[in-house]
């Protein structure tokens, strides 16, 4: 498989969720930086580190059956300096079970340009979101 260039971050984000839905893991690895110094931490799980380790999980993850469906809302977007911070709602919907209502997860990706100009994920970090009414109010926030 020829290495894909992804041109922008949005390119490369939209490369990652494709992955995802398709559950191809040979797409997943290709919107990744290579090299050690990526971070992965799926909801509720541990910081995984380094190609074989984040490589390990999403191998793990498609081998699971079920297939999910994101819709992307996106909170906030920062580019600079080569780097590019999204802060996203996943909408995740599990294709051919009874849909029923799911608590969006709250992930943030972050996006590092090469020298090619090419832009390849370096950090995926997703939570789930608290049920509605249990956010933390402002005055409880740093």
């Not at 797409?27 to 984040?54: D, F, K, R, T």
């Not at 909170?75 to 079970?97: D, K, M, P, R």
């Not at 020298?115 to 009414?133: F, N, Q, S, V, Y």
């Amino acid at each position: 498989m020829n290495e894909p260039s992804f041109t922008t971050p949005k390119e490369a984000e939209a490369a990652f969720y494709a992955a995802f839905e398709a559950t191809n893991l040979e797409a997943m690895m290709l919107v990744w930086e290579a090299g050690n110094g990526i971070v992965c931490v799926h909801p509720l799980g541990p910081p995984l580190q380094g190609m074989s380790q984040v490589r390990a999980s999403w191998q793990q993850i498609f081998a699971n059956p079920a297939r999910l469906r994101f819709q992307i809302s996106t909170l906030s977007t920062h580019v600079q300096g080569g780097l590019a911070v999204n802060t996203v709602f996943e909408h995740i919907t599990v294709l051919g079970a009874a849909e029923q209502p799911r608590q969006p997860v709250l992930s943030t990706n972050v996006y590092r340009q090469d020298e090619k100009g090419d832009w390849r994920m370096i950090l995926h970090h997703a939570t789930p979101t608290p049920p509605i009414g249990d956010a933390p109010s402002a005055k409880h926030m740093h």
